[in-house]
């Protein structure tokens, strides 16, 4: 697939020492890795956490990622071992649920307890789908047509192509467009 | 921002690279606007598939992002050997041990063809009648081994050559032919 050709470069740029094109991964896989980390670890703020700590571990194990898989593939076992550690540590610790809330307090500093799955985040996922709902019901069909397949089927250039009757070109043309539209509508929602 | 621009990195998030798409991967990954845009088109793919999590952190990836900045940065060893080489490489491997396997097999001659101890062991009640054994000799070499005809007096030469290689082997610490020289060696005192 196509994809891993992006994923290969980005890597390759990674074990060279550009730490900014790890970036471009991270927010590529994100929201599959905090996916996956949710259904071993039920509360959101822990997958928060535990996702955040599976990219790191990935980074530093980037010199071992020797590409025989692809990245996702090989961060997918990251992701699901770091999962059940969580799940193993947190099941050898009875006392932290009698633990006093003042403790917590005390910790401070970078350690201070942080709750990133909140109320706020929740809401924005709705938005975020809805608007892009909104933005394809109101695109015209061909520009749907490309970015659907595109984007659900996973289909090639060049199958759109064929799929489509047109030329590459214009697959590669709409593709851009429809994610255009989208984002027109998307943009101001995350810039709030 | 160049709308072509844009056009590139939505070719290089579906993976359709061409040189020109690849020429922005070093920008897209040091310009946050950039790299924003990249985080919206991904954001919109995921919520077509239906695959947003419950809780959108956007966030997460800056905290990724700062977490790696005091990590040292990553020099790995450039591959030399190349993917569709490596199952290349490892039959190469695999054909040279076994062909060594082989030729080893021969050159120590622990095949089913070599017969000297079958030799040795059958002839052994002949020693002390040469007539008889040089016949039981050729009768035996015969049954076990019908390509090779051994000579009249070679059960002798042989059992006087084991005698001798076994008190050079004890000299010279060489180890092998332990079931030989103990026949022999019975014989000689005989």
Not at chain 2, 7 to 27: A, C, N, P, R, W
Not at chain 2, 43 to 59: F, I
Request: proline share 5%.
């Amino acid at each position: 697939m196509g994809n891993n050709v992006t994923d290969q470069q980005l890597v390759e740029r990674v074990q060279r020492g550009d730490k900014k094109a790890f970036d471009l991964l991270v927010l590529k896989y994100q929201s599959r890795i905090v996916n996956l980390v949710s259904r071993f670890v039920r509360n959101p703020s822990d997958a928060l956490d535990v996702t955040q700590e599976a990219f790191i571990k990935a980074y530093r194990a980037m010199p071992n990622f020797r590409g025989e898989s692809a990245f996702y593939t090989w961060m997918y076992r990251i992701a699901v071992n770091t999962a059940k550690n969580f799940l193993a540590v947190q099941s050898r610790r009875p006392m932290e649920a009698e633990q006093d809330i003042e403790d917590f307090e005390q910790i401070g500093g970078e350690n201070a307890l942080k709750e990133y799955a909140t109320p706020e985040h929740m809401l924005l996922r709705d938005e975020i789908q809805e608007t892009v709902i909104k933005a394809i019901d109101g695109l015209p069909d061909d520009l749907r047509v490309a970015i659907t397949l595109r984007e659900v089927e996973g289909l090639s250039y060049e199958d759109i192509a064929v799929a489509m009757d047109c030329p590459i070109g214009t697959v590669r043309s709409r593709i851009f467009r429809a994610r255009e539209a989208i984002d027109k509508l998307l943009k101001p929602l995350l810039d709030r | 921002m160049n709308k072509n621009y844009r056009e590139q990195i939505s070719v290089l998030m579906d993976g359709e690279l061409d040189d020109e798409s690849l020429s922005i991967l070093k920008d897209l990954s040091d310009n946050h606007e950039h790299r924003q845009i990249w985080c919206r088109y991904h954001l919109v793919g995921e919520s077509l598939r239906g695959n947003l999590p419950s809780h959108v952190d956007l966030g997460l990836a800056d905290r990724v992002s700062a977490a790696i900045k005091n990590e040292p940065n990553i020099l790995a060893p450039k591959r030399t050997v190349t993917h569709f080489l490596k199952p290349v490489l490892g039959f190469a491997i695999a054909a040279s041990v076994a062909v060594v396997a082989i030729l080893g097999v021969r050159h120590t001659g622990t095949g089913p063809s070599i017969t000297p101890t079958q030799s040795v062991a059958v002839h052994q009640p002949d020693i002390t009648s040469p007539q008889l054994a040089n016949l039981s000799t050729e009768q035996e070499t015969q049954q076990v081994s019908p390509t090779y005809k051994m000579p009249a007096n070679a059960t002798a030469r042989l059992n006087r050559y084991l005698v001798n290689y076994n008190e050079y082997r004890t000299n010279a610490g060489v180890q092998g032919m332990l079931p030989y020289v103990r026949i022999v060696a019975d014989e000689g005192e005989e």
